[in-house]
């Protein structure tokens, strides 16, 4: 009867705390509050060895994600702007959250073979709307931000090239930043545009929080 009775009791705080809490989200700022610490301003335009697009997650059935197309957007406009001499798009097999965590917190190395390459698919993107094939080239092997950015790393000490202009979301950044850093790049971070900071919907609220915690999250398992 006591156990009965304390059940209950958490249940009610449990839907008590789990409804203040919705609410508080989406009626509230407090995710682009949250969000703000994160971005990274982009700087001077400058002028780098190449532009390395990091991708932002596809469909399983090989179609690419806004943030994919946003991030594909800013670099193509980049490079037709003269900024590098050429494009790399960065990001591996295309998988579920579940795979990609197994892969990147447990190491498990059964998930990285997938149907598309996402990569690719931003190549082929590229091409279709005019950038030279020659010129934009393909890093797929990476499931994760720090692999994106060490296998890039190995490219241009490969090529002898010095410098990178890194393009990815907004929220994105801060970590590119700092991955970057650890590894030793001469980087300059250009952020694809996007709503970040305009998402005051209740429901864009909810999806912003998701994405600032998984942020958070990340740092900490990076660092």
Not at 3 to 28: D, G, P, Q
Not at 179 to 203: N, Q, R
């Amino acid at each position: 009867m006591v156990f009965r009775k304390a059940f209950i009791r958490a249940v009610k705080w449990f839907c008590f705390t789990f409804t203040a809490v919705s609410l508080a989200v989406m009626l509230t700022p407090v995710a682009n509050w949250l969000a703000s610490p994160l971005l990274v301003q982009e700087g001077a335009p400058v002028k780098t060895d190449m532009i390395a697009v990091l991708g932002g997650g596809a469909y399983a059935n090989g179609v690419l994600g806004s943030a994919s197309n946003e991030r594909l957007i800013k670099g193509v406009a980049l490079y037709r702007e003269g900024r590098a001499p050429r494009l790399i798009f960065a990001g591996g097999s295309v998988l579920g959250v579940g795979a990609k965590l197994g892969h990147t917190v447990l190491g498990m190395e059964s998930v990285v073979n997938g149907r598309f390459v996402e990569a690719v698919l931003m190549q082929e993107e590229a091409v279709g709307i005019g950038v030279p094939e020659k010129d934009c080239l393909v890093e797929g092997n990476s499931l994760s931000t720090f692999e994106n950015l060490r296998n890039l790393k190995a490219y241009m000490e490969k090529e002898g090239l010095k410098s990178a202009t890194l393009v990815s979301s907004p929220l994105h950044m801060k970590r590119i930043e700092l991955a970057a850093k650890k590894l030793g790049m001469d980087f300059h971070v250009s952020p694809a545009p996007d709503a970040t900071m305009h998402k005051t919907t209740p429901i864009a609220r909810v999806h912003l929080m998701r994405d600032v915690l998984w942020e958070y999250s990340a740092l900490g398992l990076y660092w």
